[in-house]
């Protein structure tokens, strides 16, 4: 039995969680979850929107599962993921991005994964008001950090045979912040002469990806540039409603969908679970569960792929619930 920390979150997030659990356990494998709670439905309560039991629930059980959390904008506490992933210093960020049959999209041949820096560039937070009509934002990179990250791309991409990484940053413009970045990837690159390397301004990946996404494979970048190219990666998919998010530490990991809690959908039963429920595809993964994480990606392929029991924006008119219980379904199949 695995011993692992349930952040259900807010908005959205104890609706796709529930629907996540029903189809995570019918792969067989037994967890004993730990539910702690976070976010701004408990500030009130607490103090804070992440009290000290959740990191010390994810400190001792070495793994969570999260919902998603909000974020306020412009004012107040910065972010709750920020802030959980540089407590427990989970400095990888891996978010695949892989077109599923069924699902809306432009293309049908996508299977990238966006390798993003957690603690450093923009979101630490080194910002200050110069005075009441200026204001200055830090961006921090450091060799050591941006040594680690790159190390954790190249040892994916050797442990998942993937065969290139691509170094993606603007220094041409931050030309010591982002040149840091790109001295420290190209140090890493060359004890890994197995995976073909190069490198690209994030403007024009950006364009790259829109034009030819089939030319790229791991994308390593610096913690902005990873947030931005890991949604335009999403939207190559289909959306946010498909994309995992999984963050790495030394001895810990955290896993989540990427997309945000979409409060005004509280409630209604009806967002598409699977973003997080392929979270917990490469939660069991990295639990060494390889079959059962096989049959549950499989399992959300079938159902997706089918179009009858799925949520409204891939078609359908399932519930949350109604659709992780059909994936549930599908896995006791496969798992026969």
């Given amino acids: ?57 994810v400190r001792k059980n070495k793994i969570a599962l999260k ?100 170094a993606v940053t603007k220094a041409n413009i931050c030309k010591f912040s982002d040149g840091l970045f790109l001295e420290a990837s190209r140090t890493i690159a060359e004890k890994y002469p197995q995976i073909e390397y190069e490198e690209r301004l994030v403007d024009n990946m950006c364009m790259q990806l829109v034009q030819k996404p089939e030319l790229y494979d791991v994308l390593l970048l610096p913690n902005l540039y990873g947030d931005i190219v890991s949604d335009l990666a999403a939207g190559l998919i289909g959306g946010l409603g498909i994309a995992p998010g999984a963050n790495y530490g030394e001895d810990m990991a955290v896993f989540e969908a990427v997309h945000g809690s979409a409060p005004k959908y509280k409630g209604l039963n009806k967002v598409n679970p699977t973003a997080l429920i392929l979270s917990g595809v490469l939660m069991l993964k990295h639990l060494g569960e390889i079959e059962a ?30 659709m992780g219980q059909a994936i549930a379904e599908e896995v006791k199949k496969l798992e026969k």
Wanted: charged share 30%; with cysteine.
């Fill in 293 to 322: 994480s096989n049959n549950l990606y499989n399992a959300v392929c079938k159902v997706i792929g089918d179009g009858k029991s799925v949520t409204y924006d891939l078609g359908g008119s399932s519930s949350t619930l109604e």
């Fill in 1 to 57: 039995m695995y011993n692992v920390t349930l952040i259900p979150g807010d908005g959205v997030g104890p609706e796709i969680t529930e629907a996540t659990l029903v189809a995570i356990e019918a792969t067989g494998i037994k967890f004993n979850w730990e539910t702690v709670k976070a976010g701004a439905d408990i500030i009130e309560e607490e103090g804070t929107p992440l009290p000290q039991k959740v990191l010390d629930s």
């Fill in 67 to 166: 919902g998603p959390l909000t974020t306020p904008i412009g004012t107040g506490f910065r972010s709750v993921n920020v802030a959980l992933r540089k407590e427990l210093d989970l400095f990888a960020c891996l978010r695949p991005a892989k077109t599923i049959k069924g699902v809306k999209s432009k293309f049908d041949d996508i299977d990238l994964v966006i390798v993003r820096e957690n603690t450093e560039d923009l979101y630490a937070g080194i910002e200050r008001q110069v005075d009441k009509d200026t204001a200055e934002t830090i961006k921090r990179n450091t060799r050591g950090a941006s040594e680690r990250i790159a190390k954790f791309a190249f040892d994916y991409a050797v442990k998942e045979n993937r065969k290139k990484v691509t």
